[in-house]
């Protein structure tokens, strides 16, 4: 098992570079396999959640060019094989082979999807199954595979009880090749909605009103070869945006959309945290005086749930008493007892963290439960005295590109030990 050393104390300065969004590219990748001729999607992450994707795409019989930050998917000879367990265990978004491969081809075979165990234990599908089966699709689970079919997808109005991320890409997913027109009420509104919409309709999809709630397809017979850059990572940015205010000497984070970060820098305009951000680049120092503050997650444009785990340990820098309730999940607060053995005081009570501050942090050994819960070990790490040791790393790993390299190339002390 890998493990991440870190002592505690060094200023981070320089730039660090912003990559491709996670939970972009793991959608697009398998959207890439509705194009009936070929595709390439630019700026994907060096995450190991993409390698996970492309393993299920070649036994799909697709051809995959990986060219470092790009990707090149055949997928004109798709041959609709049963996706098995080892594949689609390794993660939660293996699921958008459920809508890709009913959009293309009517009929899907897979195991259950894996991913982080943070919310329900199973992180359900209802709202996706629903979707599928108000186009017309069959679901049936048979030895713990999911097996869906239509003889014909007929686009339907959808309305979704909750703007769940997942099952508004792969309801679109499902819907662009349906007979006539789709609309998706109540859709999620996040930014790597819009992404993935961008890539179909580049394809030659009619899709509309992506990152709005109500999202209108009218389905098409074929889809052309097509591209997409990845949007910028909002999660990645904001947890090194959270290093500079734990611990940045004009630390710059170079490939921010400031759009994307609303949420977040109206707390930080709160805390008195300063910031400066010129075009794509944000640029900060290590605050002095922190005001405490509450914060309550809530879907996009709102405070983002992924966000919450690394703000926690900048809410324990704050002078007095901070709050933090996670709506999105009903289990995500892995981070806590760790950062309380390194010092903190946390108490949760009913989903709410409340965060006495402030916190001198000591280095300890700690097990990164999540990934984002992994990121919050990481900057706790960076600002503890003494050596942090964190194991269970391949959660961090599967969404944070090259992150050792890119703490110690603005001079955290930072490495990673078989
Ligand atoms: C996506 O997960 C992200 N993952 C998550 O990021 C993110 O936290 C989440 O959206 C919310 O923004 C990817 O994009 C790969 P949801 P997703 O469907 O699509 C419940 C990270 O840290 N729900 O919006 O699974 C669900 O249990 C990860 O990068 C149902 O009940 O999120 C959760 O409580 C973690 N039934 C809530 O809705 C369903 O059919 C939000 O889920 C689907 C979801």
Do not use: W
Not at 238 to 253: M, Q, V
Not at 281 to 291: F, G, Q, V
Not at 342 to 368: F, L, Q, R
């Amino acid at each position: 098992m890998k493990k991440i050393i870190i002592n505690g104390g060094n200023k981070l300065s320089g730039t660090i570079n912003i990559g491709g969004a996670k939970n972009s590219a793991v959608a697009l990748i398998p959207a890439a396999i509705l194009s009936d001729e070929n595709t390439t999607i630019y700026n994907v992450p060096n995450i190991t959640d993409k390698k996970a994707l492309i393993n299920i795409l070649e036994t799909l019989n697709c051809n995959v060019t990986d060219e470092k930050d790009s990707l090149i998917i055949d997928s004109s000879k798709l041959e609709n094989v049963y996706i098995k367990e080892d594949l689609s265990s390794k993660l939660r978004a293996s699921y958008y082979f459920m809508g890709a491969l009913l959009g293309k081809c009517k009929h899907v075979e897979i195991a259950l999807p894996g991913g982080c165990n943070i919310g329900k234990s199973s992180r359900p599908i209802n709202f996706h199954l629903k979707g599928f089966e108000q186009l017309g699709a069959t679901i049936t689970i048979e030895d713990d595979k999911y097996i869906i079919h239509a003889d014909e997808l007929k686009g339907s109005k959808i309305y979704l009880d909750f703007p769940s991320v997942g099952a508004t890409i792969n309801i679109m997913l499902a819907a662009v090749k349906a007979k006539g027109k789709t609309v998706i009420y109540n859709a999620a509104k996040e930014p790597e909605i819009v992404n993935i919409a961008t890539f179909l309709n580049n394809m030659g999809a009619k899709i509309t009103g992506a990152g709005t709630s109500e999202i209108k397809i009218t389905g098409v017979d074929y889809l052309h070869k097509g591209i997409i850059e990845v949007i910028p990572d909002r999660i990645e940015a904001a947890t090194y945006i959270i290093a500079g205010a734990l611990i940045g000497d004009n630390l710059k984070i170079n490939g921010v959309i400031e759009e994307h970060l609303e949420s977040l820098l109206s707390k930080f305009d709160e805390m008195g945290i300063k910031y400066n951000i010129k075009d794509f680049e944000l640029t900060i120092s290590a605050a002095e005086k922190i005001k405490h503050t509450s914060i309550k997650s809530q879907v996009f444009p709102g405070f983002v749930t992924d966000m919450g785990q690394p703000m926690c340990v900048l809410l324990t820098q704050a002078n007095g008493v901070s709050f933090f309730e996670e709506t999105i999940y009903d289990n995500r607060m892995g981070h806590v007892k760790y950062l309380n053995n390194m010092g903190a005081n946390i108490e949760v009570k009913d989903n709410t963290e409340i965060i006495c501050g402030k916190t001198e942090y000591k280095g300890k050994k700690v097990k990164a439960t999540d990934l984002r819960a992994g990121a919050a070990m990481v900057l706790a790490g960076l600002i503890a005295e003494g050596q942090t040791e964190i194991s269970n790393v391949e959660h961090i790993l599967r969404g944070y590109e090259n992150i050792i390299e890119k703490l110690s190339n603005v001079g955290a002390d930072i490495k990673i030990e078989e």
